[in-house]
C-alpha cells in the first residue's frame, strides 16, 4: 500500500460537486454518477457495504480529509464501534482504495418521517437508521491509498441521478450536514 497524506487528487476530483449542481454534466453523461462502495467491518468481523454517491462525499481541501454523511444503521453502529473504513473509486483504468480512519464525528439531527427516519435508503436493513431522525456526519483522515490498474477500462457501479432519487434521499438535507462539516472540519464553505 501507498502511504497518503490526505485525499489524493484524482479522488478528490471524482468526488467534487453534487448530481444536482451539475445537472449538464450528468445530461451529457445520460445522467450516470458513480456510486462509490463504502465498507465497513461489522461487529462479528464481517465486511458490510454501503453505497454513497458525491451527495454524501465530499473532500475538504484546506485538511485533506473526506467528509461523508452517513444514515444507514449498520454502516453508523460499525463507525461508531470501530472507527475504520474503506472508499473504492474507479476511473478509465485506475481502481482506487481507500482506507480510512475517522477523526471526527457529529450526529446530525433531522426530522421525523424524513429519508432519515425509516424511509428509503441503499442499505439493506431499509436503510433506517432507528427512527433518530439523525445522519451521522463524519470526517476522516486518510490512512492510505493503492491506485490498482491493469490498464484495463474499468466501469464504475453507477445510476441515474433524477429528481424522484434526489427526493427519496434527501439531498438537499444531505447538502446542510455537509455544511456543517465542512464548518466543523475544515472544508471550504
Same mark, same amino acid.
Given at each position: ?12 476530483? !471524482? ?35 454501503? !453505497? ?47 482506507? !480510512? ?44 491509498? $493503492?491506485?490498482?490498474? @491493469?490498464?484495463?477500462? !474499468? ?18 438535507? $444531505?447538502?446542510?450536514? @455537509?455544511? $456543517? ?9
Amino acid at each position: 500500500m501507498n502511504a497518503a497524506r490526505g485525499l489524493p487528487e484524482e479522488v478528490a476530483a !471524482l468526488l467534487r460537486g453534487s448530481p444536482d449542481a451539475d445537472i449538464r454534466a450528468a445530461v451529457a453523461h445520460a445522467g450516470a454518477e458513480q456510486a462509490f462502495p463504502f465498507l465497513t467491518v461489522d461487529g462479528h468481523g464481517y465486511p458490510h457495504s454501503a !453505497l454513497l454517491s458525491r451527495t454524501e462525499l465530499e473532500p475538504a481541501p484546506a485538511t485533506g480529509l473526506l467528509l461523508a454523511v452517513v444514515s444507514g444503521t449498520r454502516t453508523r453502529a460499525d463507525l461508531e464501534r470501530d472507527g475504520r473504513a474503506g472508499l473504492i473509486a474507479v476511473h478509465g483504468t485506475v481502481c482506487s482504495h481507500l482506507t !480510512l480512519r475517522l477523526v471526527g464525528s457529529r450526529l446530525i439531527s433531522g426530522e421525523p418521517g424524513d429519508a432519515y427516519d425509516g424511509g428509503a435508503g441503499s442499505e439493506s436493513d431499509g436503510g433506517t437508521n432507528g427512527g433518530t431522525g439523525s445522519v451521522l456526519g463524519c470526517a476522516f483522515a486518510v490512512e492510505s491509498h $493503492t491506485a490498482a490498474s @491493469l490498464d484495463i477500462p !474499468l466501469s464504475p457501479l453507477g445510476f441515474r441521478a433524477d429528481a424522484r432519487i434526489a427526493r427519496i434521499e434527501q439531498w438537499e438535507r $444531505t447538502a446542510t450536514a @455537509l455544511a $456543517t462539516l465542512r464548518s466543523a472540519y475544515g472544508g471550504e464553505v
